[in-house]
Every structure is written in structure tokens, then in C-alpha cells.
């Protein structure tokens, strides 16, 4: 009796919890389903006990890394894991999962316990953030991208000169893309050019256009980039790395708004918006000489400077987000999301290479990656081999200086040695065993 | 004709989409001629029904499903019978003796037996006919 009054106290007390609450049983059967849950699954308590739970519960992990498994099996609770269910009605709800092992009076495990909450309403205001932090194909939350994000529709209006300023791989090409479709000569040509990648005489050709007989096999007129671009947009990239001479032709374009091909005698007029990008400092370009001074202040009418990706870590999580969508519909997979060790490597490196760096770093653990996790396994070797001898160092550096020593002498020696604990320990001057128990003790691999 | 079942170990995969094999099976007058698994690991759920149809499926068994993948399976000309839970060789049994229908969930239990061979039926909250 006493036993019945408080099932039935319990059951009062998980009916009145706005979380979905269900129990399971060492079979994976479901013991008990709270008020919530039968809300948020569309399954009523009659339904649902008895049945396994991955039948009703229905979770995008069910099937592979199932969290109530993984406690039963560890003994560990996974607290606040971000997953997404399928209703009765066959809707994807998404939902953050706690669980918990259930043990009886004698400390035996008779089962576990899951708690889970509707994030439908957190999610749609996650893509309205995720809105306001993205314009066009740019993604970023960092104050300097922000900023840019408020005046480049204002720029995109004002139809003058940009020069992007950036390292490799911070989006650039991206920006000059963006400009150019909030302008009103978005509906006109965009043409791009990189500078950098063609041979002086071939470029000026190639921008200009030549006229029939202007040199050996100009056997008709070719038109150039200008003329393509005729209305619209040219993005001249690798601006740094144009000659002297072609430079005085491209600033004689800018200030008149003409040119005459090669060979050509007539002036041809153009319509044509500017927008130039470099990874060189053009400031230091022209102290140099090697950049002209009037070409810089009229290419530096509007400047917008990117930061490099590691001084606008916040927008690394988004961008792996992006990445994996992107991914996933690219090449049909089906993955949800990176380890956390995985978001700690990548929120700690460095990406020389900026955002495409981490694009590809994306793009390679999608070959690697069969599940729905990317884990640091799935991530370049040449990129992680540092990291995990970091992590060894980490663990130990802030509580226990000597301890951090001695591991890192160990690690040091047994990959001098290959991992070989023979030569490792002669080397240290210490016994096999000592140094079989030092590896455990500091999880040395 | 070919019917697929999403496997998830013996069973009937819970969750279209989710699962790491498809069982494809070749049947005729309620006899299975001939059957295969296809891996499908890590597929997003429009090249499952892409994949599927080009198998050349007339109907998949299946678990919870996706409402979009349902009317996706069935604009490439696959009917589903959806809502199906319960050991798959069983599941195909009830389908090869015509007598298998959406929602239907058999409820043996691990040690206590098998309670009803007819399993039961949660019905469906939404039917073919309403989606359209």
C-alpha cells in the first residue's frame, strides 16, 4: 500500500515537470512516460510502456550513439546532448536530452532515466540570430564583420572604388561578391580577375581587350574584361602583385573612365564599378615604391579591412555549422555536428590559411568521417599530432607543475623511441613496470 | 516486386533515414525470391529515397518517417507503409501474408513471451489521403 501511494506521489511529481521524463528498464523497454513527454513525442503512457524506447523516442542517435546505451554502459550521465526526435506525426522536433542510471535501495542498476526539452521555439530564435549574423554567402558575429555588415549595403549604393584588404582565405572574393549583389548593377556582370596569376602582357590583353593586328595571331578584335563587365562589377584581386606599367594604365581608367585596347586607336568609354583586393599591405607596398601612390588613394576610396579567422574565433563555431550543411548537401551525407574535442582543436589552432582552411579542414573529415560525429580521428594528422601532444601538457600545466615535467618527458621519450617502453625506460633510468605505471597514471599514449 | 526494410539489428529501423542497412528483398506471389542488404551509412535523407528508387523499390517497411520523405517516396512511385515496428522477419511474414498495415507495432516483450501474434495498431496521425 505504502509502495502504491508513493508511485502514485512520484507519478504527481513527473506529471507536473514541463521536461519529458521516461524511464527504461535494462531491456531498453520504458517503464514509465511523464505528461510532458507524451506532448512532446505525440505518444499517449499507454502507447509508450512497454514498448522499447528507441520506438517511441525515435532520435536521429537512436540508432547509432543512443545516450541512455552509453550510461548504462559507462555509468556516466550525458547531460544537455542536442538531438532532434521524430513525433507521431512524423515532424522533426529538436531537443536536448539528459540521462541518468536508475538504481534500486541495494545500489543495483535496474535502469536509466532520460529527461528531454522542446527546443522548437530556441531553435527558430537560433535562426533568426543566425540571420542577423550572415549577409549574403558571409557568416560572422565578431564586432569588426558586424560592422561591415552594417555599412556594406550603404557601400554596395554608393558605386565608388572598394579596396578589400585581407590575408589569404578571409573571404575576400566573398565580399567583393556581396557588394556587387546589393548594388544596383546586381542584375549586370560580374567579372573577376586575378591579377596576380597572369603574366604582365597577357594581362593588359586580358582587361583591355586587343584590336585585330595588334600583335602576332590578333587575328580579330577580342574584347576585355572591361568591356564584359560593361554596367556591371570587376573585382581586380591580388592588386599588390600588378606591374608599374600596367598600374599608370589602370589609374588612367579609374580617374577618366576610359581606355583604349591594345593596338587600338579609338577610346572606348566604360560603365564599369571597381573593386579591388590584396593580401599585401598596399601602405608598405607604396613606401616601397613598388606601388604607385595616386593608383592607392584612388583604389582607397572605400576600405574594408577582414580580420584574420584566430582574431574572430567566436565565428568559428558558426562557420563549422555552415560548413556541415553545406556539406551535407553536397555530397548527401547526413553529419549533425563536431566532437568536443574537435571544437576545442579548433577553437585553439591557428588556420594560417583563415576561413578556406577551415573549410577544407571540414571538407577532408567529411572523406574520413562514416558517422554523424566528426572526431578529431577525421581531422588532417599533420593538424591534430600537435594538439594531442598539447593536450597531455594542458592536462598537468595549471595544478601540477613537476607532474606536467615528468609527463612530458615521458611522452617526449617514448616517441623518440616509436612508443617502444623498453628503450623508453632504459632511457629514463627507471623500470619497466615504473614506467608502465606512470603511463596509466598520466593516460600517456 | 522489391521491398525495402531499414534494418536496425533485427528489427525494423525506428527512424527512416537513420539507419546503417536497407534489406531489399525480391518478391513474388507472397514468396521472397531473393534478398540483399545495401549498406546505407551516413546517407542524408534525400539520397536515401534517391538511392531506394534506384534500386528500383516498389515499397518500403518502415519505422517513423519523415513527412517530406514520405511524400518524396511516394512522387518517385514508392508506396510506404509507415509506422511499423516489431523484428523485421516478422514484420515480412504479416507483408507476404497481406496482412501487414501502417502502424503496426508487435509488443513481444524480451522473456515474457509474445502477447498477441496480430501485435498491436497505433494508428497513424495522418493518412496518405490527407496529405493530398
Known sequence: ?445 | MKVAIPLFGTWVSPRFGYSPEVWILNVEDGEVISQKTVPMVGLSLPFWCNQLSHLGIDAVICGGIDRVCHYKLESLGISVIPEVAGEAIEVLDLFLAGKLEPGFRNCRRKGRGFKGRRGRYFEPQWTTDEKK
Not at chain 1, 549604393?157 to 567583393?176: H, N, R, W, Y
Not at chain 1, 548594388?183 to 560580374?190: A, C, G, N, T, V
Not at chain 1, 582587361?207 to 573585382?235: H, Q, V
Request: charged share 30%; glycine share 6%; aromatic share 8%.
Open chain 1, 1 to 445: 500500500m505504502k509502495t502504491g501511494r508513493s508511485t502514485s506521489f512520484f507519478n504527481i511529481i513527473l506529471d507536473s515537470i514541463a521536461d519529458g521524463v521516461f524511464t527504461i528498464n535494462n531491456q531498453e523497454e520504458i517503464t514509465s512516460f511523464n505528461r510532458a513527454a507524451e506532448e512532446i513525442t505525440g505518444f499517449s503512457r499507454d502507447e509508450a510502456i512497454g514498448q522499447y524506447c528507441f520506438n517511441i523516442f525515435r532520435a536521429n542517435i537512436c540508432q547509432t550513439e543512443c545516450a541512455l546505451r552509453q550510461t548504462i554502459k559507462t555509468g556516466k550521465p550525458i547531460i544537455n546532448k542536442h538531438v532532434n526526435i521524430l513525433d507521431r506525426e512524423g515532424k522533426e522536433v529538436p531537443v536536448s536530452i539528459s540521462t541518468s542510471l536508475l538504481r534500486n535501495e541495494k545500489g543495483k542498476v535496474i535502469g536509466a532515466v532520460e529527461t528531454f526539452r522542446d527546443l522548437s521555439v530556441v531553435e527558430e530564435l537560433k535562426k533568426e540570430i543566425s540571420r542577423q549574423y550572415s549577409l549574403e554567402d558571409i557568416i560572422g558575429k565578431n564586432y569588426q564583420i558586424q560592422s561591415i555588415f552594417h555599412i556594406l549595403p550603404d557601400i554596395a549604393e554608393s558605386d565608388s572604388t572598394v579596396l578589400i584588404q585581407g590575408p589569404s582565405g578571409s573571404g575576400k572574393e566573398l565580399f567583393a561578391r556581396a557588394i556587387h549583389n546589393l548594388s544596383h548593377r546586381k542584375d549586370d556582370p560580374y567579372i573577376k580577375v586575378n591579377c596576380g596569376a597572369l603574366p604582365d602582357t597577357l594581362l593588359e590583353s586580358e582587361l583591355f581587350g586587343y584590336m585585330k593586328g595588334a600583335f602576332t595571331d590578333a587575328k580579330r578584335d577580342k574584347p576585355g574584361r572591361f568591356a564584359l563587365a560593361e554596367r556591371g562589377t570587376i573585382f581586380l584581386d591580388e592588386i599588390g602583385d600588378m606591374s608599374q606599367a600596367l598600374q599608370i594604365k589602370l589609374l588612367r581608367f579609374l580617374q577618366e573612365k576610359e581606355y583604349e585596347p591594345l593596338g587600338g586607336i579609338i577610346t572606348v568609354k566604360a560603365n564599369v564599378r571597381t573593386i579591388t583586393a590584396t593580401n599585401k599591405n598596399l601602405s608598405d607596398l607604396v613606401k616601397n615604391g613598388s606601388f604607385r601612390e595616386d593608383l592607392f588613394y584612388r583604389l582607397n576610396v572605400v576600405n574594408i579591412e577582414l580580420p584574420p579567422l584566430s582574431k574572430r574565433r567566436e565565428d568559428i563555431p558558426l562557420l563549422i555549422e555552415n560548413f556541415i550543411g553545406k556539406f551535407n548537401l553536397k555530397k548527401g551525407k547526413n553529419i549533425i555536428g563536431v566532437s568536443d574535442t574537435v571544437m576545442e582543436f579548433l577553437m585553439t589552432y591557428d588556420f594560417p590559411g583563415n576561413v578556406r582552411e577551415l573549410e577544407n579542414i571540414i571538407e577532408y573529415a567529411f572523406v574520413l568521417c562514416k558517422d554523424m560525429i566528426i572526431k578529431i580521428k577525421h581531422l588532417p594528422r599533420e593538424l591534430t599530432h600537435d594538439f594531442q601532444d598539447r593536450e597531455v601538457t594542458k592536462r598537468f600545466t595549471l595544478a601540477h607543475p613537476l607532474k606536467n615535467a615528468e609527463a612530458d618527458l615521458i611522452q617526449k621519450t617514448l616517441k623518440k623511441h616509436q612508443g617502444n617502453r623498453i628503450e623508453t625506460a632504459k632511457e629514463l633510468k627507471i623500470n619497466r613496470s615504473t614506467l608502465w605505471r606512470k603511463i596509466k597514471k598520466y593516460d600517456l599514449q
